[in-house]
T-cell receptor, first 115, second 112 residues
Framework: DAGVTQSPTHLIKTRGQQVTLRCSPI?????VSWYQQVLGQGPQFIFQ???????GRGNFPDRFSARQFPNYSSELNVNALLLGDSALYLC??????????????FGPGTRLLVL | LAKTTQPISMDSYEGQEVNITCSHN???????ITWYQQFPSQGPRFIIQ???TKVTNEVASLFIPADRKSSTLSLPRVSLSDTAVYYC?????????????FGAGTRLAVHP
């Protein structure tokens, strides 16, 4: 079975631009979460979506937004990019209830570089 | 949310058992303890999860004392491929919300 997939794998943008990252969860999973991982640090929670509704939001500015589609795939959008947005963006999916006791399965991430 | 403290780095040799201890003094009654492994430029991979006492699976064991204020991940007979960052997470058991709080993790280096 395919795991969590993310696209693109790498991306280079300049300051002020906008970027959209995509995630496809494991088949049957209804919850998708997004994390930002800056080099040398642990992942930081950005959003969780379950059944197309936002379940949680981390401490990130409004420049960050996300949505989940009827097929449970998800997009993370970042506007007005800053140099500090350079990071590995990780998507994780979990099973039917989206609750914390469920294992989250992470994708390989999208490496974003902002110049 | 309970904060976790774990060593920044550890070194070991192939074939040895590695124990990584995580402190979580403020763990709540409904919190679970979960460990993830991460290789460079990859997403974290679930290793093991537990609530109390001992949990064992095919790759690791997790020891949790009665007061649950700490936990120890045990990796038996490590190999070079176990070189990675290991994260200890303590998360709420509330339904419908699965925010994971990662710390800086423990960088394990396994030497030949």
């Amino acid at each position: 079975d395919a795991g969590v997939t993310q696209s693109p794998t790498h991306l280079i943008k300049t300051r002020g631009q906008q970027v959209t990252l995509r995630c496809s969860p494991i088949s049957g999973h209804k919850s998708v979460s997004w994390y930002q991982q800056v080099l040398g640090q642990g992942p930081q929670f950005i959003f969780q979506y379950y059944e197309k509704e936002e379940r949680g939001r981390g401490n990130f500015p409004d420049r960050f937004s996300a949505r989940q589609f009827p097929n449970y795939s998800s997009e993370l959008n970042v506007n007005a990019l800053l140099l500090g947005d350079s990071a590995l963006y990780l998507c994780a999916s979990s099973g039917e209830s989206g609750s914390s006791q469920e294992t989250q399965y992470f994708g390989p991430g999208t490496r974003l570089l902002v110049l | 949310l309970a904060k976790t403290t774990q060593p920044i780095s550890m070194d070991s040799y192939e074939g040895q058992e590695v124990n990584i201890t995580c402190s979580h003094n403020n763990i709540a009654t409904n919190d679970y303890i979960t460990w993830y492994q991460q290789f460079p430029s990859q997403g974290p991979r679930f290793i093991i999860q537990g609530y109390k006492t001992k949990v064992t699976n095919e790759v690791a064991s997790l020891f949790i004392p009665a007061d649950r204020k700490s936990s120890t991940l045990s990796l038996p007979r490590v190999s070079l491929s176990d070189t990675a960052v290991y994260y200890c997470l303590v998360g709420p058991f509330s339904g419908g919300y699965n925010k994971l709080i990662f710390g800086a993790g423990t960088r394990l280096a396994v030497h030949p």
